[in-house]
């Protein structure tokens, strides 16, 4: 079992930047390969970014690629997401989630893949 929370969320206006943390405790969270996921009201929960086990690798979606990027932090058991350039179509609940894996270049994408994900924390960027 691994916990993971989020924190770093708030209100900044378009073109600013936050830094969103995902932190974890339990289990070795080197093992898992972490994503980043969205849902703003009344749509449906989608993927913003993914790094492998490793950090070797990264992906991200299209809507946000060239403007966020995904870390990882191993000795301090934590991810983040640097999210600069912001546009009020990222205003959303962003999640972390987690899932245990063997391949060092697993990149998940699919929500369904994650065994594990945090509360949310809520981005509000305004025009």
């Known amino acids: 079992q691994v916990q993971l929370v989020e924190s770093g969320g708030g209100l900044v206006q378009a073109g600013g930047s936050l830094r969103l943390s995902c932190a974890a405790s339990?289990?070795?969270?080197?093992?898992?390969?972490v994503g980043w996921f969205r849902q703003a009201p009344e749509k449906q929960r989608e993927f913003v970014a993914a790094?492998?086990?490793?950090?070797?690798?990264?992906d991200y979606s299209d809507s946000v690629k060239g403007r966020f990027t995904i870390s990882r932090d191993f000795a301090k058991n934590t991810v983040y997401l640097q999210m600069n350039s912001l546009k009020p179509e990222d205003t959303a609940v962003y999640y972390c989630?987690?899932?245990?894996?063997?391949?060092?270049?697993?990149?998940?994408?699919?929500?369904?893949?994650?065994?594990?994900w945090g509360q949310g924390t809520q981005v509000t960027v305004s025009s």
């Open positions: 790094i492998t086990r490793s950090a070797g690798s990264t």
């Open positions: 339990g289990r070795a969270f080197s093992g898992y390969a």
């Open positions: 989630a987690a899932v245990y894996t063997s391949n060092y270049y697993y990149i998940p994408m699919d929500r369904d893949e994650y065994d594990y």
